[in-house]
């Protein structure tokens, strides 16, 4: 999370015997990094969409094929499956003086027995030091970096988003090669962020080689939030095209058109992320009123080309 990206192809996949090889023809070697942490920019003018408009279920459904999908089943407490997703761990502010310390804990992330990924923010009593002093808070990042990546086609995921000042759940994306080029250079699309104390807003962006912020927000109707029930948020990637959906209604869109002049780096595989963060510049830090546990759970995420 930079502050934490679909025609339809995606890209190129060896098949589902993951432990002879990582999902996708073209990949970096694994490396741990964290580039989120800026806030988005006011609403950008490469949105070419609104709340409303053409349903992305519509743009390509009767030719894509799944090719990758979890769906978290397995007993209660288990860890998600390790073919899959690295848990990363620190507390080192991540960029953006984030307070929580993520860890390799099934207690921060774990499945519920339910069909469910429960990533879960917790107070922390452990007395573990974070870039701050002692920890307030753990949570845990997971990512598919070098197990799975997508390239051009469509990435989505199921889920139920926590509310509360100071929380930032965020599921988005790095171009593989993040090793190899570094960031911004490798690209970042975040697919979905919410700030807990706008529960009924997420928000879309997109950062690369000279430029951030290409942010979109999707607000549900009045006196509804993203905590209340599931939702699907989507990517659909074309080598010309960004374009973003909340539940099937397309809101933001990104080409390279939008870029001013900067290169377009989203043509090639990325791997996929999800966390949740507490505290940092953008969401601030928890208030009184935000209880702890605090989860985001993820019903499935799939990836079709």
């Known amino acids: 999370m930079t502050r934490r990206m679909r025609t339809a192809t995606i890209g190129l996949f060896t098949g589902l015997t993951l432990a002879a090889a990582p999902i996708s023809a073209s990949l970096s070697p694994s490396a741990a990094a964290d580039i989120k942490g800026r806030s988005p920019a006011s609403q950008s003018a490469a949105s070419a969409v609104t709340p409303g408009g053409a349903s992305s279920a519509s743009l390509a459904a009767a030719t894509r094929r799944l090719v990758w999908r979890d769906d978290f089943t397995g007993p209660a407490g288990t860890a998600a499956?390790?073919?899959?997703w690295?848990?990363?761990?620190?507390?080192s502010g991540w960029g953006n003086q984030e307070l929580q310390r993520y860890t390799t804990s099934t207690a921060n992330a774990g499945l519920d027995g339910a069909g469910h990924l429960a990533i879960t923010a917790r107070e922390d009593g452990s007395?573990?030091?974070c870039w701050y002093g002692t920890c307030r808070y753990t949570s845990a990042r997971l990512t598919t970096q070098g197990k799975v990546t997508s390239k051009l086609g469509r990435v989505e995921a199921r889920m139920k988003l926590p509310a509360g000042q100071g929380l930032w759940p965020a599921f988005w994306m790095l171009g593989a090669n993040l090793r190899t080029v570094g960031h911004p250079d490798c690209?970042?699309?975040d697919?979905?962020?919410l700030v807990g104390n706008e529960p009924f807003r997420s928000w879309a962006s997109v950062h690369g080689p000279g430029y951030t912020g290409l942010s979109a927000p999707f607000d549900l109707a009045l006196g509804r939030t993203f905590a209340d029930r599931f939702h699907v948020f989507a990517l659909d990637r074309t080598s010309t095209s960004l374009t973003?959906?909340?539940?099937g209604t397309v809101f933001h869109r990104v080409t390279p058109d939008n870029l001013n002049g900067g290169r377009w780096v989203f043509s090639k595989p990325f791997f996929l992320i999800m966390n949740l963060a507490v505290g940092g510049r953008w969401p601030g830090d928890p208030g009184p009123q935000t209880r702890f546990p605090a989860t985001t759970l993820v019903d499935y995420v799939a990836v079709y080309r």
Do not use: H
Request: glycine residues 18%.
């Open 81 to 84: 499956n390790k073919q899959y």
């Open 86 to 91: 690295n848990y990363e761990a620190g507390g």
């Open 127 to 129: 007395g573990s030091q």
């Open 187 to 189: 690209g970042e699309v």
């Open 191 to 193: 697919i979905m962020e």
């Open 244 to 247: 973003f959906s909340v539940d």
